[in-house]
C-alpha cells in the first residue's frame, strides 16, 4: 500500500490521486534546473578542462575566451602556449629545411615527425590530467600559462 506524500494517508495501488487530500499520487518532481554562473562554459571544471586540449590550440583560445574559472583558464592557456609553440616550430623548420634537396628534406621530415609524436604524446597526457582534475604543468610552458591565465588558484 502507498502513502500520500501531502497528507501521509494510505492510498490503494494504482490510484491517481489521493482519496482524502486529492493530491496527485505516484508522480515524481520534476528535477531542478541548473543554471551555470556567468562566465563558465556549462561543463564540469575538469571537461572544459579536457575540451581546452581537444584541437589544440584552437580549443585552448575558445575556453580562454568565455569560460573564467581559473582551473579552466590555466589548461586553455597551457594548450595554447604548448601547441601553438609545436606550431610555430614545425612551420619555421619547413622554411629552414625544405629548400635543402634531398639531405633538408630527410631531416625536415624526421624532425617534423618527432615534433609531431612530442605533441600527439602531450595531447594525451594534458587532456588525462586535465579530465582527473590535476594541474599538471609543462616545464616551459606552465608559467607562461600562468601569465596568460591571470592568476591560478586552485
Known amino acids: 500500500m502507498a502513502y500520500c ?5 494510505q492510498v490503494p495501488e ?3 490521486f489521493c482519496p482524502q487530500c486529492g493530491a ?3 508522480v515524481a518532481p520534476p528535477p531542478p534546473v541548473a543554471i551555470s554562473p556567468a562566465g ?8 572544459a578542462g579536457l575540451l581546452s ?3 589544440g590550440w584552437l580549443t585552448g583560445i575558445i575556453f580562454l575566451l568565455i569560460d573564467k574559472r ?4 590555466f589548461h586553455a592557456a597551457q594548450s595554447i602556449v604548448v601547441f601553438g609553440a609545436l606550431t610555430i616550430i614545425r612551420i619555421i623548420l619547413s622554411f629552414a ?9 630527410s631531416i625536415w621530415g624526421l624532425l617534423s615527425t618527432l615534433i609531431w609524436v612530442l605533441g600527439l604524446i602531450l595531447w594525451i597526457v594534458l587532456m588525462v590530467m586535465a579530465y582527473q582534475g590535476k594541474m599538471f604543468e609543462v616545464p616551459i610552458a606552465a608559467p607562461i600559462a600562468k601569465n596568460i591565465a591571470g592568476s591560478v588558484r586552485v
Open 5 to 9: 506524500g501531502k497528507c501521509g494517508s
Open 14 to 16: 494504482g490510484a491517481p
Open 24 to 26: 496527485q499520487v505516484g
Open 40 to 47: 563558465t562554459s556549462g561543463l564540469q571544471e575538469n571537461v
Open 53 to 55: 586540449y581537444l584541437l
Open 70 to 73: 581559473p582551473f579552466v583558464r
Open 97 to 105: 629545411f625544405l629548400g635543402g634537396g634531398v639531405i633538408g628534406y
